[in-house]
């Protein structure tokens, strides 16, 4: 096992398969700046392999697959991305928005709620411990599930399920996901890993090139962006400049820190 510049983020080979692990369990493998560049230069590096025919996502411990954004780095006025422009464009913990032709499979090793359920849809295949749970409960802090998850849950689950996950910020079982299609195995503690190498296994037995077109072809990928996601992307950033510099987006965070209940203003 090697890591790539930080210790939050540990990669791993095994044959054609790419483990990156995001390695921060006593902060529930939230995203700072050091997972999100630990995490793409792992997808590049991937990439630009071609020994690598397959990746899998997962996350330290077996409390949480990933919190989603680091708030206590946030609170101390750090960013969640390191200065490169080019690694900026990744989008969200290095992966969101990083375009890779190879396969990249989510083996949720806990609770995937906000960013956590975010990477999920990220990636193209998800295998799932039987006690995780999926959510996106950010318009319980005043915020919005800005890391593609408002666009990308309606295009994977049935629109009216997707919508009752978004507006109320309440989040589903790993069985009712499983059910859902939002993955495609469950597994018990501590197997997660082993089931996305099986499945990882299926995937590295075919041809690396006819894999590769095969995928960008079906998430419309071309030359490292995926042009259907443009105008949503566009929008997004707009809606996040409207909403994250609200006084209710302050209010949920601080509500949640003092264990109240948020006084909304709509404003």
């Known amino acids: 096992m090697t890591q790539l510049g930080n210790d939050a983020v540990l990669v791993e080979r095994r044959g054609h398969v790419m483990i990156v692990t995001i390695n921060r369990p006593e902060a529930r493998n939230a995203v700072n700046r050091f997972v999100h560049e630990g995490v793409g230069d792992a997808l590049a590096a991937a990439d630009a392999d071609p020994e690598?025919?397959?990746?899998?996502?997962?996350?330290?411990?077996?409390?949480?697959?990933?919190?989603?954004?680091?708030?206590?780095?946030?609170?101390?006025?750090?960013?969640?991305?390191?200065?490169?422009?080019?690694?900026?464009?990744?989008?969200?913990?290095?992966?969101?928005?990083?375009?890779?032709?190879?396969?990249?499979?989510?083996?949720?090793?806990?609770?995937?709620?906000?960013?956590?359920?975010?990477?999920?849809?990220?990636?193209?295949?998800?295998?799932?411990?039987?006690?995780?749970?999926?959510g996106l409960p950010e318009p319980k802090r005043g915020l919005f599930a800005a890391a593609g998850g408002v666009f990308r849950l309606p295009d994977q689950l049935p629109r009216k399920i997707a919508m009752e996950m978004i507006l109320t910020g309440e989040p589903i079982s790993a069985q009712r996901a499983l059910e859902l299609g939002l993955v495609n195995a469950l597994a018990p503690a501590g197997q997660v890993v082993d089931a996305a190498l099986a499945l990882a296994e299926k995937i590295v037995a075919n041809a690396p090139l006819s894999v590769q077109a095969s995928k960008r072809m079906a998430q419309g990928i071309v030359e490292g962006a995926v042009p259907h996601e443009a105008a949503a992307w566009k929008q997004n950033r707009a809606e996040t400049a409207i909403v994250f510099t609200s006084e209710d987006s302050r209010e949920g965070p601080l509500a949640f820190a003092q264990k109240r209940a948020p006084v909304w203003k709509a404003k």
């Open 52 to 134: 690598v025919r397959c990746v899998i996502v997962t996350g330290a411990g077996d409390k949480s697959f990933c919190a989603g954004a680091d708030l206590v780095a946030l609170s101390r006025g750090e960013s969640l991305a390191p200065d490169d422009r080019a690694k900026q464009a990744w989008g969200f913990a290095g992966l969101v928005s990083h375009a890779v032709s190879t396969p990249v499979i989510a083996a949720v090793n806990g609770h995937a709620l906000g960013g956590g359920l975010e990477i999920t849809l990220a990636c193209d295949l998800a295998v799932a411990v039987d006690t995780a749970q999926f």
